[in-house]
């Protein structure tokens, strides 16, 4: 399936962010600490994104093999994470599983948003925020999302992570989506 | 004549902080202030969660086991730098460790010993998620610097937190108060 910048990942896909901190992760659990100071940051004000905060992530379509996302994950530790990190599993869910509501709050999903050094980038999206930062309600947040995400710990588990479940490419869909894609373009330059 | 007795010691050690409940929508803000009218009013207020803070004369929870929480402490002495996670986390500082370990010598062991891990936001954040009993989830992040913010979910979804700065000779029984009223021990209400 192709997607471009910015798109909403289709539904069958997986998406996982790589645990740096083995704390983080504690008996197949995501500890609420995971989700701490910019783990969940602004977008680029660049970017325009029309999400309010966004949490770093992979899909699993585009990541690779299982040796391609350890070997990315060991890297990610060794450069981005400033030499000294351990890669200790990662956080996952379905698509499909991440389309979810706060209280009245905000909402989340996943967005396709790739790099250039990692094409098979994808954020946790946050539409909505919490007002003011209130300790009250980032505390009754943190009990929310604690329960949300699943948790896989490596070594020894990372062949847990699902494949994704896409459906087969045909000609016939690739241009339907690229008409779909333009109509919400054509959409969006009306409505801005 | 016990209840009289158990409101007066309570009065003494919980000036100073203050109860936050909330249930659905609604929530409330309680400063305890001393008084034994303010103490009746976290208990019956209609917006409170059944949240009630009371100090025995002497505690009676025993404490975690400090050893091996301060070995994880130490372990995370190698964090007071930006971006240790990879994803531009604030440092761990010393003074957070120094009020961390603190704090863990007096943690009661009412729910066995929690998970902590280090949070991007500079803090240490322990958690403890029950299978059985009405307390569902309790987490206690303390720090940056010299603060701690309990907040737990009843299993009926009820939500409560109570924040406290500092450490002094209260501070124990502040926990010890607040661990034996999540566990609904006997006396504790």
Redesign the interface.
């Known amino acids: 399936m192709s997607l471009s910048d910015g798109d909403p990942a289709p539904d069958g896909d997986i998406w996982f962010r790589?645990v740096?901190?083995q704390?983080?992760l504690?008996?197949g659990?995501v500890?609420?600490?995971?989700?701490?100071?910019?783990?969940i940051?602004e977008p680029s004000p660049e970017k325009a994104r029309p999400w309010t905060r966004e949490a770093?992530g992979r899909l699993r379509s585009r990541a690779g093999s299982l040796e391609n996302i350890e070997h990315a994950a060991n890297d990610?530790?060794r450069t981005?994470?400033?030499g000294?990190?351990t890669f200790s599993g990662v956080i996952y869910a379905r698509v499909t599983d991440a389309k979810l509501s706060f209280e009245s709050i905000l909402t989340t999903a996943i967005h396709f948003t790739p790099l250039s050094p990692d094409p098979a980038h994808a954020d946790l999206t946050f539409t909505g925020w919490l007002a003011n930062e209130s300790?009250?309600e980032r505390?009754?947040f943190?009990?929310w999302l604690?329960d949300k995400l699943l948790a896989l710990h490596h070594p020894g588990q990372l062949f847990h992570l699902p494949d994704a479940c896409l459906p087969p490419e045909t000609a016939t869909s690739r241009l339907k989506e690229f008409a779909m894609r333009c109509i919400v373009r054509i959409c969006q330059a009306f409505t801005r | 004549m016990r209840i009289s007795i158990t409101a007066a010691i309570s009065v003494s050690v919980l000036v100073g902080y203050s109860v936050?409940s909330?249930s659905g929508a609604q929530?409330s803000t309680t400063q305890i202030d001393g008084s034994p009218s303010s103490l009746t009013s976290v208990a019956f207020s209609p917006y409170a969660a059944p949240v009630v803070i009371k100090i025995e004369s002497s505690p009676t929870q025993s404490t975690i086991d400090p050893a091996s929480f301060m070995l994880?402490l130490d372990s995370y002495e190698?964090l007071n730098?930006r971006?240790?996670?990879?994803?531009?986390?604030?440092p761990i500082t010393p003074e957070t460790l120094r009020y961390a370990r603190r704090l863990l010598r007096v943690m009661p062991d009412t729910f066995g010993p929690p998970?902590?891990?280090?949070?991007?936001?500079?803090?240490?954040?322990l958690?403890w998620?029950l299978d059985d009993g009405s307390l569902h989830?309790l987490?206690l992040?303390i720090g940056p610097s010299e603060e701690w913010?309990a907040?737990w979910?009843r299993r009926g979804g009820e939500?409560g937190?109570l924040?406290g700065t500092g450490f002094d000779s209260e501070t124990e029984h502040v926990l010890q108060s607040l661990f034996a009223d999540l566990s609904g021990l006997p006396g504790s209400r």
């Open positions: 790589i740096t901190h704390d983080h504690r008996r659990r500890h609420h600490s995971a989700w701490g100071g910019n783990a940051s770093s990610f530790c981005a994470a400033g000294s990190k300790k009250e505390a009754r943190n009990m604690s | 936050i909330t929530s994880i190698q730098h971006n240790w996670d990879g994803y531009d986390a604030e998970d902590i891990a280090p949070s991007g936001d500079g803090s240490i954040g958690e998620v989830k987490f992040d913010h907040y979910n939500f937190r924040p």
